[in-house]
Every structure is written in structure tokens, then in C-alpha cells.
């Protein structure tokens, strides 16, 4: 298995609604990562799990609240969100042992529209 | 501050044509440099990746050349075919980051 898969694709949800983005792979990778996409701009870093731990918080409103429940898995918990955090959430996971030849593998996103 | 500059921002060129897409970077301190290449509203699918040691990778009809002491790559596309329209993203790795581009829009036309 050498994807990342990301549930839902698409969510819309209002203001005062509690939703999760999933994000799985079973490629042993030890780093799994969170980014936001806004249309026509480069992906935005946003959260970065190393070993199961959080190691790189980009100064993110703490209504995104990342969790890592296992080495496979990583959830992105929304509440009270923004219009202007509609986006396209993007995950993503490296291995962490290649050195210089360290690279992410990106899963297809989730269309996330904030009403 | 750690900045990556993609130019053009877009491109339309007719079937057949050789390509070259620009990267350039600020900071030269890099593992390693790739190129992304993303659908409208999915993805990102990585083309080639080259070392910060190394100064080209192929694959295919596609050659990404690094020149880290002046910052700069290049995505030379060989005979573009309608296929290839997509955005392609130039991403530096620095430490566990990666740093984007804001991405090359490219068109070709049939």
C-alpha cells in the first residue's frame, strides 16, 4: 500500500459545527503532516507529527486541533471555523529515514467549504 | 527568510513544444529540491526530487536541473503533450519542512 488516503473528500459545515478529517497510511512512515490549500496558492504548513509527536505547530488558530492516534493515523478536529478557512486540506507522510532523499507523499485532499 | 519564486506563473503553449519552468530560492541550505505536479483540486503527485549534492534528475520526457549556489532549478519539459496541463509546484526541503512556490499554471493545446 503506497497512498494516502484522506476522508471525506468533500465537508461543508456552518460555524458552530464540531467536524474531523481523517488521514490514513500503511507505509510505516514515522511523519505525517497537515497543510491548507487556498485556490490558485501554494500548500501552507500547518502541522507536523513526528514519532506520534507533535514537533511543528505553524502558529495555527486553536480551532484546528491535529491528533495522532497511532503511527497510521492523523485527524484534524474543526470547531467554530471561519468562512476564510474554506480550503483544500492536504495530508501527507515521509518515512524519515532517506536523508537527503526525504520525500512526502501527499494524499488528494479534503474540500472543506466553511458556510 | 526561507522564499521560493516560480516564474512564469502561467503558460499556454501549443502540442509539441519544449518547455522550461523556473524555480529560484533564498535560502541555499537545502536537502533536497522537488517538483510537484497537481491537478485542479486534487493532490499533489511528486515528478522528480534531486539531492542537494546532485545537479539533475530524469524521468521520461522530464529533466529538473539544481544550481544551489546561484538558487535556482529548472522543469524542462520535452514534446508537451495536452496531458501535462496542470500546476506545477517547485517545493525546497529545509530540515523537516518544505517550502512551496506558488506554482506554474501550465496549458498545452491540441
Known amino acids: 500500500d503506497t497512498e494516502v488516503t484522506q476522508t471525506p473528500k468533500h465537508l461543508v459545515m456552518g460555524m458552530t459545527n464540531k467536524k474531523s478529517l481523517k488521514c490514513e497510511q500503511h507505509m510505516g512512515h514515522r511523519a505525517m503532516y497537515w497543510y491548507k490549500q487556498k485556490a490558485k496558492k501554494p500548500p501552507e504548513l500547518m502541522f507536523v507529527?513526528?514519532?506520534?509527536?507533535?514537533?511543528i505547530n505553524e502558529s495555527v488558530p486553536s480551532r484546528f486541533s491535529p491528533e495522532c492516534p497511532n503511527s497510521s493515523l492523523l485527524n484534524l478536529h474543526l470547531h467554530a471555523l471561519q468562512p476564510e478557512d474554506s480550503a483544500l486540506y492536504l495530508c501527507?507522510?515521509?518515512?524519515?529515514?532517506?536523508?537527503?532523499?526525504?520525500?512526502?507523499?501527499f494524499g488528494p485532499g479534503t474540500r472543506l467549504l466553511v458556510l | 527568510k526561507q522564499e521560493v519564486t516560480q516564474i512564469p506563473a502561467a503558460l499556454s503553449v501549443p502540442e509539441g513544444e519544449n518547455l522550461v519552468l523556473n524555480c529560484s530560492f533564498t535560502?541555499?541550505?537545502?536537502?533536497?529540491l522537488q517538483w510537484f505536479r497537481q491537478d485542479p483540486g486534487k493532490g499533489l503527485t511528486s515528478l522528480l526530487l534531486i539531492q542537494s549534492s546532485q545537479r539533475e534528475q530524469t524521468s521520461g520526457r522530464l529533466n529538473a536541473s539544481l544550481d544551489k549556489s546561484s538558487g535556482r532549478s529548472t522543469l524542462y519539459i520535452a514534446a508537451s503533450q495536452p496531458g501535462d496541463s496542470a500546476t506545477y509546484l517547485c517545493a525546497v526541503k529545509y530540515g523537516n519542512k518544505l517550502v512551496f512556490g506558488a506554482g506554474t499554471i501550465l496549458r498545452v493545446k491540441s
Open positions: 535560502d541555499s541550505a537545502i536537502y533536497n
Open positions: 501527507a507522510s515521509s518515512p524519515l529515514d532517506m536523508g537527503f532523499w526525504e520525500t512526502q507523499y
Open positions: 507529527y513526528s514519532y506520534e509527536k507533535l514537533s
